[in-house]
Structure formats: structure tokens, C-alpha cells
């Protein structure tokens, strides 16, 4: 990995580095990133903060909650704040970088557990200081790979690429998880977004494995019934089901909703590209916001990771104004996004909800350094 920074240019040595990360909207297609599908994702105005100094061993303190992570090596023993800064140390040190130890602090403004990843945007922020005060800077394609597999392979999250690359890209991107993963970033012409938070708490790391293992068993029998070679879930060729709806039906439940879940959403999210990507952008707008809602609708109904409370604050923010608004996250908990057509209809959705909490947010960069 040649040292360069995300504009490519070279990076020397510093004593004390900052970098921040924010959290992200899980816009569109969501629960589909570790199917190798694309997906899409917002990065909003809330933030994680690392502060790095150099030091003889690794200490970081969150300015949160106040705990206290000192360690010599890195020894994964569950996925407390400390494993998480131990996967990064791993997962930078595995790509041949040498981490000699490092002081510091954490801050984040990202809800934990909200469907807002806020483990990805701690983990950008991490591994990106850490690279900067080793010398080793890199592009945002190595930041949020190294922090994928922080969490995938070190802390055996089974998450997908979303949330990492959402968070070290930030904006509006389209996230093409299958290596190599390409992103492609879209403007966001109009529409402002209102977040819920329900005040329900859920864990990625209890949801994926139960939809994933349900996937597998569906396209064991699928690779059979069509003949066709593929892993598992994660590699399988989806498209090819599109014209082969018979042998879906043939699946038993809930496995046929799961995989008539995994088509729609990908047809909804391509409908809702081709609307981003038009001239008119009221219509797109418009357009868009139904979409939300027919994938909320699907990860209600065939997907089976709603809840009434995040059925309610959909509907609320539809009655309040907004175009469209639907689940972010893992589900089961967490936040509800919102499309509005403007700040002050945005302000209205908020008031007129039931959140337990809520935020007007702007879209921002992704990873960035310093203040």
C-alpha cells in the first residue's frame, strides 16, 4: 500500500492526527449489500471524532461514555468499544503497517444501535487516524475496506460493505459491493432528510445471521433446481431469477419471501436511479419517496424486520408531508428516514412524530482530517 491520502498526495509523519467520519442513511436497497448487490447511502451531519497522538502502547478514551481502552497487543475478546479499536489495530497492522501505539480520544454525535452505523463511522475514523499518524495515509477504497474487515473478519460482524464505504465516502453514493467495489456518487438535486430515531435499540450482529442462513438454505435449492454455480447468498446470480419466478414459487416459506424480497427491492432501487439520475427533479423527488415506501413495505411484509412503531413513524411522517420514508438499518429498532420536500415540511415531520428523538440532517463529505 503506497502511502498517499485520499487526494493521492504523499503523507509524512505526525505527531498528533484528527479524523472524523460520519454516520449514514441506509437510502436504498437496503439488506442487500451482502448479497453483492448495490445499495445506496447518505452520509449525514453527524460525526465520530478520533483524536491519535503516538505513544509506546494503545490507549483511547471515549468522551461519551467514559470508558478506557489501554492495551499492549490486540486481543479480541467480544465487541465492546475496546475490541472495536483492537479490530482496527489488527486489521491495519494484517495490510503490513506498523502501528507502534498511540494515545487518544473519541466523540460521537451518531445514535449507537439506530440503524445510523455508527461501529462503521467509529471504525473509518480509526483506521484512517491510524494510517495518517503511521505515514501510511491511503485512499478511501483501502480506509474502508481495512474497516470491513475489522468488522467482518475480526470481530465476525456479518455485515455487508454498506455502512463502511457509505460512511468513508460520504454524500450520496452507489456502493458496488462485489470486489472490486466501485462507488459512484449522485447528486442529490433537492429533498431534505428528516431522521426518527423509535428509541429501540437493535444489534446488526442478532438480525443478518438469521436472514442470511435463510438465504443460503433458499439458494442451495435454487443452485440445484436452475443449475447454476454460486457459494452461497452472497455471489449468487439474482438477475437470473427474474425469468425463472416459477422455480421461486416453488420455495418453501418464508424462504420464497426472502428471495422475492431480495428481486423487488432491487427493481424498486434501480426505478429509483433512473428517477435520481432525470432531468425532472420534482418528479424524482416524488417518485423517489414512493419508492421508500415500497421498500418499507417489503421489509415489512416479505423481509419481516419492521416493527409496529416503525410502521407508525412512516406512516406519521407520510401525513405529515414527507415524500416517502422507510426503515434504516438492520431493522427491529433504530431510526426512520424520511424524504421531504423542503427544511420547513422536514421541521413538521419531526414535530408532528412520536420519535423518541429526531434530526433535521444535511448531507456531507465522508472521511476528512482535522478540524
Known sequence: MAPHDSGG????????????????????????????????????????????????????????????????KPLIEGRSFCDYVKAAVISVEREGVVLRGFSGELYSDIPIG???????????????????????GADLYTVAELAYRAEREVLGVPCGRLDQYGSAFGKVAVIYPKPPVRVERLEMRGGVFVVLDSGIRHSTAEIHPKRQAELQEAVEILREALGVESEGYWDFP??????????????????????????????????ALAYLRGADVDKALREVGREMLYQHHLLSRLYEVSLPKLDQLVEEAVAAG????????????????????????????????????????????????GD
Open 238 to 271: 439474482w438477475e437470473v431469477l427474474e425469468a425463472r419466478r416459477d422455480v421461486v414459487e416453488t420455495l418453501p416459506q418464508p424462504l420464497r419471501d426472502r428471495v422475492l424480497f431480495t428481486l423487488e427491492m432491487q427493481k424498486s432501487t434501480e426505478r
Open 9 to 72: 498526495g504523499v503523507v509524512g509523519v505526525e505527531a498528533l492526527v484528527k479524523a472524523s467520519a460520519p454516520g449514514r442513511l441506509d437510502f436504498l436497497n437496503t439488506h442487500q449489500d451482502y448479497k453483492g448487490l448495490p445499495v445506496v447511502s447518505v452520509a449525514v451531519d453527524l460525526r465520530t471524532t478520533v483524536t491519535l497522538r503516538r505513544g509506546e502502547e494503545f490507549e483511547i478514551t471515549s468522551l461519551n461514555t467514559g470508558e478506557r481502552c489501554h492495551f499492549s
Open 114 to 136: 439506530a440503524g445510523m452505523a455508527s461501529s462503521a463511522a467509529m471504525l473509518v475514523a480509526l483506521v484512517g487516524a491510524m494510517l495518517r499518524l503511521a505515514g501510511r
Open 322 to 369: 414527507a415524500y416517502g420514508a422507510k426503515l434504516s438499518g438492520a431493522g427491529l429498532g433504530g431510526v426512520v428516514i424520511a424524504l421531504a420536500p423542503n427544511r420547513e415540511v422536514a421541521e413538521r415531520v419531526g414535530q408532528l412524530s412520536s420519535a423518541e428523538r429526531w434530526w433535521v440532517v444535511e448531507i456531507v463529505e465522508g472521511l476528512r482530517y
